[in-house]
C-alpha cells in the first residue's frame, strides 16, 4: 500500500497570512491532485499536476509538484475565510488507483 | 450536469440490518470508486469499476460489502449484516479515463 504524508496535520493561521503544505511520499506518482473537502460534502479536485517540476497556479493557490514525481505542495496567498477546510493531495500510482494522503486541516481565523 | 448523485445522504440502522448505499456518476464517465471516510483512517478505496467491470475490490473490509454496477448510471454498495464498526461516510466519485474525480455528497451511515 502507498502512503501519502502531508503536514501540518493541523494549521490554524490569522486571515491575511500566507502557508504553505506539504504532501510526501516515497513512490513516484504518475500524477498528484489536490482537492478541499469542507464540512459535509465530497472532496473538490482544485488541480492535477503530472510533469516534474510543474507549478500550477489557481488565483491565490500555487501547486507544486516535485522534480522527482514524490513530493508536492500548496502554497495560499494572503488566507480568506473561504479557504478553510480539509486539504487532501492524492497520488495515482501505476495501478490506477488514486491513494489519498491524510489530509491538512486548515482554519482561517477572520 | 448535476453532478454525482449519492442516496440517501444520512442513514441510520441497527447493527445486524442490511443497508444498501446508492450512487449515480456523471454521465459519460467510465470510472466509478466507492470510498469510506473515517476520522481515524481518513479516505479509504474500497472499490472501483471501469465500464461498469469491477477491476479492484482489494479495499473491501470482508465479505459483508458487496459493490455492483449494473449499469453506467447506477451502483450500489451493500452491507450485510451491518457492524457499528461500519459507521462512516461513504463516498461515490466518477472519472472520465481516470483523470479529475467528482465526488458526491456522501452517505453518512451510522450503525447502532
Known amino acids: 500500500t502507498q502512503l501519502l504524508e502531508q503536514s501540518p496535520q493541523f494549521l490554524s493561521i490569522q486571515e491575511g497570512e500566507n502557508l504553505t503544505v506539504y504532501c510526501n511520499s516515497s513512490?513516484?506518482?504518475?500524477?498528484l491532485q489536490w482537492y478541499r473537502q469542507e464540512p459535509g460534502e465530497g472532496p473538490v479536485l482544485l488541480v492535477t499536476?503530472?510533469?516534474?517540476?510543474e507549478v500550477k497556479k489557481l488565483k491565490r493557490l500555487t501547486f507544486q509538484f516535485g522534480d522527482a514525481r514524490k513530493d508536492s505542495s500548496l502554497h495560499i496567498t494572503a488566507a480568506q475565510p473561504g479557504d478553510t477546510g480539509l486539504y487532501l493531495c492524492a497520488g495515482v500510482f501505476g495501478n490506477e488507483k488514486l491513494t489519498f494522503g491524510t489530509g491538512t486541516r486548515l482554519t482561517i481565523i477572520p | 450536469d448535476a453532478g454525482v448523485i449519492q442516496s440517501p445522504r444520512h442513514e441510520v440502522t441497527e447493527m445486524g440490518q442490511e443497508v444498501t448505499l446508492r450512487c449515480k456518476p456523471i454521465?459519460?464517465?467510465?470510472?466509478l470508486f466507492w470510498y469510506r471516510q473515517t476520522m481515524m483512517r481518513g479516505l479509504e478505496l474500497l472499490i472501483y469499476?471501469?465500464?461498469?467491470?469491477?477491476?479492484?475490490d482489494s479495499g473491501m473490509p470482508e465479505d459483508r460489502f458487496s459493490a455492483k454496477m449494473p449499469n453506467a448510471s447506477f451502483s450500489t454498495l451493500k452491507i450485510q449484516p451491518s457492524e457499528p464498526r461500519d459507521s462512516a461516510v461513504y463516498f461515490c466519485?466518477?472519472?472520465?479515463?481516470?483523470?479529475?474525480?467528482?465526488f458526491g455528497s456522501g452517505t453518512r451511515l451510522t450503525v447502532v
Open positions: 513512490s513516484v506518482f504518475s500524477s
Open positions: 469499476f471501469n465500464n461498469n467491470v469491477p477491476i479492484d
Open positions: 466519485a466518477s472519472s472520465w479515463n481516470n483523470y479529475g474525480y467528482t
Open positions: 499536476v503530472v510533469t516534474g517540476g
Open positions: 454521465s459519460g464517465h467510465d470510472y
